[in-house]
């Protein structure tokens, strides 16, 4: 599986950016994807999920109700619709894949849940 992570940019705070995630292969649809980002210095952390079918979504505290994940199980694709951006979400943005078939729990926010990941995708939202 290749995942390849597009969309970043340089926004003014205030702004959206939306990022895409192609994947490759023949089983997309059959596992939850995750983003994830990672600013200097800091750990990598958890943005949101969303379920094998797409169905079910998950955020981050942080970003809940300015960033929406969808998905497109035809087009294999995954999508990050990032409202309302501030300076502190400046990071490289991850894409990745669960590693877990047809999984149906909560737990998302384990970047080791993943074992497939995208080679990320700079944002920098300016003050």
């Known amino acids: 599986v290749q995942l390849q992570a597009s969309g970043g940019g340089l926004v003014q705070a205030g702004g959206s950016l939306r990022l895409s995630c192609a994947a490759s292969?023949?089983?997309?649809?059959?596992?939850?994807m995750g983003w994830f980002r990672q600013a200097p210095e800091k750990e990598r952390e958890f943005v949101a999920a969303?379920?094998?079918?797409?169905?079910?979504?998950y955020y981050a505290d942080s970003v809940k109700g300015r960033f929406t994940i969808s998905r497109d199980n035809a087009k294999n694709m995954v999508y990050l619709q990032m409202n309302s951006l501030k300076p502190e979400d400046t990071a490289v943005y991850y894409c990745a894949q669960d590693s877990r078939v047809y999984y149906t729990g909560s737990n998302y926010s384990p970047p080791t849940s993943y074992n497939h990941w995208g080679q990320g995708t700079q944002v920098t939202v300016s003050s």
């Open positions: 969303i379920s094998w079918s797409g169905s079910s979504t």
């Open positions: 292969g023949r089983t997309f649809s059959r596992y939850a």
